[in-house]
Nanobody, 124 residues
Framework: QVQLVESGGGLVQTGGSLRLSCAVS????????MGWFRQTPGKEREFVGA????????YYADSVKGRFTISRDNAKNTVYLQMNSLKSEDTAVYFC?????????????????WGQGTQVTVSS
């Protein structure tokens, strides 16, 4: 089992920055990817980005590339999502997730464990 707890959401103005954290506990050795997703009411959960847990390589959705950065601190078992140049369309509930398989790490279906989500609201 893997447990995930997000933190760091909140209200920020357009153009501002916010950093989300995801504390990981449990069978961390089994993790292949840590991903970030987001969801707005009435829409499907959307891939934001992912990081290979051991290698540290990262992948991003086109909509956030160049603005968002994923990093990890293996000593603290924590993954971060640094969000810069925020736009109103970034408003969503953000989830971190853990994937134990070596797939592409971009699909909701690949992830076995999910955090509870944290709200990010970008106001103009």
């Amino acid at each position: 089992q893997v447990q995930l707890v997000e933190s760091g959401g909140g209200l920020v103005q357009t153009g501002g920055s916010l950093r989300l954290s995801c504390a990981v506990s449990g069978r961390t050795f089994s993790i292949y990817y840590m991903g970030w997703f987001r969801q707005t009411p009435g829409k499907e959960r959307e891939f934001v980005g992912a990081i290979n847990w051991s290698r540290g390589s990262t992948y991003y959705a086109d909509s956030v590339k160049g603005r968002f950065t994923i990093s990890r601190d293996n000593a603290k078992n924590t993954v971060y999502l640094q969000m810069n140049s925020l736009k109103s369309e970034d408003t969503a509930v953000y989830f971190c997730a853990a994937d134990q398989d070596s797939g592409l790490g971009r699909s909701v279906d690949e992830y076995e464990y999910w955090g509870q989500g944290t709200q990010v609201t970008v106001s103009s």
